[in-house]
Nanobody, 115 residues
């Protein structure tokens, strides 16, 4: 059974930082591309960052230079370091993996950026 569990969200002031974690089970984590998506209120879910099995990363233009995705294969965990947060980063953030032709999602973690 594939399972993704996110943690690390919360309330932070503009300019602050958070680190999200996503721990997986049920897959051979090290060979899969992992993704973080964000879904702001009343908007569609959008890709924020991705990291391949070899460690290549890609980011949405809106977060380049502020967010960093990383992975620790020995922990089956992917991270999203979020720095210089802005109110427009407020969203539920979801971890994602595509496995055997299916999309799998975590339950999401809320990030709220507000003073």
């Amino acid at each position: 059974q594939v399972r993704l569990v996110e943690s690390g969200g919360g309330l932070v002031q503009p300019g602050g930082s958070l680190r999200l974690s996503c721990t997986t089970s049920g897959i051979n984590f090290s060979i899969h591309t992992m993704r973080w998506y964000g879904q702001a209120p009343d908007k569609e879910r959008e890709l924020v960052a991705s990291i391949t099995s070899s460690g290549s990363t890609d980011y949405a233009d809106s977060v380049k230079g502020r967010f960093t995705i990383s992975r620790v294969n020995g922990r089956n965990t992917v991270y999203l370091q979020m720095d210089s947060l802005k109110p427009e980063d407020t969203a539920v953030y979801y971890c994602n993996v595509r496995y055997k032709g299916r999309e799998y999602w975590g339950q999401g973690t809320q990030v709220t950026v507000s003073s």
